[in-house]
């Protein structure tokens, strides 16, 4: 990690969102408690957390990548121990026992034993064991991954509920977090490289969008001529896929500009052999933050 | 205190929840019963009868303390290998406890499951004792040394389940270490030679020597205590490792 700082409002939905191996969780690591970070500070709800630890993880819930149970005992009994662990006086236990396996739908296998569980209950048992003391502060590590369709369904609505919490997840995938959750941070290869709402991130993406032109041409006066164009940011050429006088084409919004462009090549006797649209992904996205993080250019690729 | 009483009884639950506890008492009272019988028969062939204490009480301490040694390392390797291999550690880690309940925690509840195994064994003095009274007071000073016996190789094997995520690796490397300390117990003085004081000092063995013949000498009580309580602040130690070493 590599000065990673943000902050997550009180009653705020955060998603970290990141490739694999960008640190995801070993932030998450960090904020718990687990790691202690070599430089910097976690404060939660104003509490540090190394140095109030016990103050500071009895605020947080934290639903780990791999969620580890122990197999020999009942969801019930499991989800008893984890409050009692959590210091939680016995006749307030019960109730709150109850209240999260009515929550995170596990009546069905409360007194199952965790270890015959599928991989979607095992997820939601996790879950569960964070709720567990209502902590103000629930952290998530890719709290979907690995489920089914309908389990991720499932997951993401138990998740939409926990309305008034605080809220930190991760995930790799950009839809769950522009469903979710109201602020994104993008985390590369332990660097954060952008803070923003989903929406903002929305129009960056567009900012993005490019479309990929072939012409038959003076390469030069065929770069110029398509810079030229109205509603376009910028002209790239596209020399390592072997197919000389291809081109990207940086316009937010391409369809304009794809008109224009057969018309321009048209006219000056060139022949357009490919126009092609193409839509940004997030490793796109990825790619232009970490090349320039504050400029809407797009990276040299593919 | 209560996340400590919660992970002690869930501790508990799973030793006795889980067929190796039984395994390992039914192999320990067989060995230590067979023992028993073999010492008995000895101190009546070829002790005579006389000198109980030496030709019968430490033979048979001996033997119990060296049915300890294989019978300590099958309890304490699950400890924390087991929680480290599941990932559960990982949660409890981010619980608000201390490192030191859990600790506490798991060593407790091995050190019942040890001194309920060594409970089973009084049967065998009740017997003799209903059979011919003798003085109680050297026997007590006998389990007292098996009990801090059992102490330091519970704390040494819970040590040793804090560094690795096998448990069979835990169990080897809590039991040879034990066994070859008690070969050199053997014939230390043949071997040593100008090391004997050194390896007299350090050894398991000698320490528990005066026990098993009825005394309590508080330099042994406090070298088992002492070694004890080292390997706890060891195993501590390797659970705040996770912070500098970056792994589970």
């Not at chain 1, 694999?20 to 690591?29: A, E, H, I, L, P």
Request: proline share 5%; net charge neutral.
């Amino acid at each position: 990690m590599d000065d990673v700082s943000f902050g997550v409002a009180r009653g705020e939905v955060a998603a970290l969102l990141g490739p694999n191996g960008s640190g995801k969780s070993t932030v998450m690591r960090i904020i718990t408690g687990y790691f202690s970070p070599t430089a910097g500070r976690v404060r939660v709800g104003g509490v540090d957390v190394a140095e109030q630890s016990a103050e500071a993880r009895s605020r947080i819930g934290y639903l780990p990548e791999q969620v580890a149970l122990y197999p020999e005992l009942s969801v019930r009994r499991y989800l008893a121990f984890v409050a009692e662990v959590k210091g939680m006086p016995a006749r307030p236990r019960r109730t709150a026992v109850g209240e999260v396996i009515d929550r995170c739908g596990l009546a069905d296998v409360a007194d199952r034993l965790t270890g015959t569980l599928s991989k979607g209950y095992r997820q939601r048992v996790g879950l569960a064991q964070a709720l567990v003391g209502d902590p103000e502060v629930l952290v998530l590590d890719e709290p979907t991954v690995g489920l089914d369709p309908v389990q991720t369904v499932d997951m993401r609505a138990l998740v939409r509920g926990l309305t008034g919490r605080t809220v930190l997840l991760s995930t790799h995938i950009l839809s769950e977090a522009s469903a979710l959750c109201t602020k994104i941070i993008i985390l590369v290869r332990g660097r954060l490289v952008a803070e923003d709402s989903p929406d903002g991130l929305a129009r960056r993406l567009a900012r993005a969008t490019r479309l990929l032109v072939r012409v038959e041409g003076p390469a030069d006066a065929v770069r110029d001529c398509l810079a030229d164009l109205p509603g376009v940011m910028a002209v790239e050429p596209l020399l390592d896929d072997g197919q000389p006088g291809t081109f990207a084409v940086v316009a937010p919004d391409p369809e304009p500009v794809q008109r224009a462009l057969a018309a321009a090549v048209v006219a000056r006797g060139w022949t357009l052999l490919e126009v092609r649209a193409t839509t940004p992904t997030l490793e796109d996205l990825f790619v232009r933050l970490v090349a320039a993080p504050d400029e809407p250019r797009v990276a040299a690729g593919r | 205190m209560r996340s400590f009483i919660a992970l002690f009884r869930k501790e508990l639950r799973s030793y006795f929840g889980s067929p190796t506890v039984y395994l390992v008492a039914a192999a320990f009272l067989a060995y230590t019963g067979y023992y028993f019988h073999s010492d008995l028969v000895y101190f009546v062939t070829f002790g005579f009868g006389i000198n109980i204490m030496e030709n019968f009480w430490q033979l048979l301490f001996i033997d119990i303390r060296l049915v300890l040694i294989f019978a300590v390392p099958l309890l304490t390797m699950r400890l924390l290998a087991e929680e480290r291999r599941l990932g559960t550690l990982e949660l409890l880690l981010t619980y608000p406890l201390r490192d030191g309940a859990i600790v506490a925690a798991k060593l407790g509840a091995c050190l019942v499951v040890v001194v309920t195994l060594l409970g089973g064994t009084l049967v065998y003095p009740a017997w003799v004792y209903a059979i011919q009274p003798f003085p109680l007071m050297p026997l007590v000073a006998g389990y007292v040394g098996l009990v801090l016996f059992a102490a330091l190789c519970t704390s040494y094997g819970l040590f040793i389940s804090s560094l690795t995520e096998s448990q069979v690796l835990a169990g080897f490397l809590t039991a040879l270490p034990l066994l070859l300390l008690w070969l050199l117990s053997w014939n230390e003085a043949a071997s040593a030679g100008a090391s004997l004081p050194l390896v007299r000092a350090v050894s398991l063995f000698n320490h528990f020597q005066p026990f098993s013949v009825g005394m309590i000498e508080l330099r042994d009580v406090f070298y088992f205590v002492f070694a004890a309580s080292m390997f706890v602040w060891g195993t501590l130690r390797v659970l705040e490792a996770r912070q500098w070493l970056g792994r589970r």
